[in-house]
């Protein structure tokens, strides 16, 4: 294990002696909406007898400290290995990747640790991680890929146009509208907006207000999506903080209409505003 280092972001486990994060504690909301579309998505699973996996880009240490409580809570790739598994139904394989190998250390031990099969890790960017991941998935499966990055710039929409060449690929995907909010003017004029969403100063006018810039750069990307053959749900969470700040929407991308209504039925886990700032 590489030597842990102390950011504040950080710490060791007494458990198991592995990395864990400290993070806000809203984490959980997040990964009770992963875990529940794990469940209700079990007879699909099962439809595609069993050739179904899981992806999780930014997997993190798989386990966390709530920064307020002091709760320790599972990872995203464990909660979705972990309902499989007891529904019955567990992924054919398990795919993580993080740009820290520290962090998928830590998580493909844990996943290993609860005896869930054919855990394959990867340390990379999301973007090298999905070009080396596709060539490898059953070519008629179903796919499940949970892209949960720290910011709009670890998550270049080439990753999700990559993972978008698989025949059955549903996406989960945070969307950070704390950063759009506060830095929405600077990754435009820093041209780090164009790896998140390419082409948006051919279609948004830059002179608009925050708030309306904010929504049509979001609206924009929902855009890209759609010409990739995605449904997007329009029941798109949107998750607050402590103090009632807006933190991320979380929007579902599928190519079966199926999945809509299957996210409309387990997404509002505690009501929430939705697509407002």
């Not at 400290?22 to 997040?30: M, R, S, T």
């Not at 966390?64 to 309902?83: D, P, Y």
């Not at 990753?159 to 698989?166: K, P, R, Y």
């Not at 929007?251 to 505690?270: N, P, R, Y």
């Amino acid at each position: 294990m590489p030597t842990q280092k102390d950011d504040g972001r950080y710490e060791l486990d007494p458990e198991d002696g592995l990395r864990r994060a400290i993070v806000g504690d809203w984490a959980p909301e997040k990964h009770l909406r992963l875990q529940k579309y794990v469940d209700i998505t079990r007879a699909v699973r099962r439809k595609f007898g069993g050739n179904a996996t899981y992806i999780d880009l930014y997997c993190g240490s798989g386990r966390a400290r709530l920064r307020k409580t002091g709760e320790v809570v599972e990872g995203s790739a464990l909660v979705a290995a972990t309902e499989a598994m007891r529904g019955r139904n567990p992924y054919r394989e398990v795919i993580i990747g993080d740009l820290d190998p520290v962090n998928v250390e830590a998580c493909e031990a844990r996943l290993n640790r609860l005896r869930v099969d054919n855990v394959r890790a990867y340390a990379g960017t999301a973007e090298d991680v999905a070009t080396r991941i596709l060539p490898t998935l059953h070519p008629t499966g179903f796919n499940l890929a949970f892209l949960d990055p720290f910011n709009l710039e670890s998550l270049p929409f080439q990753v999700i146009q990559t993972l978008s060449q698989a025949k059955s690929m549903d996406l989960l995907i945070h969307v950070s509208i704390m950063d759009l909010q506060r830095n929405v003017r600077t990754l435009m004029a820093s041209g780090k907006l164009n790896s998140f969403a390419p082409g948006w100063d051919k279609k948004i006018n830059s002179a608009a207000t925050n708030p309306k810039l904010v929504m049509a750069v979001f609206e924009y990307w929902r855009s890209l999506l759609s010409q990739l053959g995605y449904l997007v749900s329009d029941n798109i969470e949107r998750v607050t903080g402590n103090r009632n700040q807006p933190l991320y929407w979380l929007v579902l991308a599928s190519k079966h209409d199926l999945a809509d209504k299957l996210w409309g039925e387990v997404s509002q886990v505690e009501p929430q505003g939705r697509l407002v700032l």
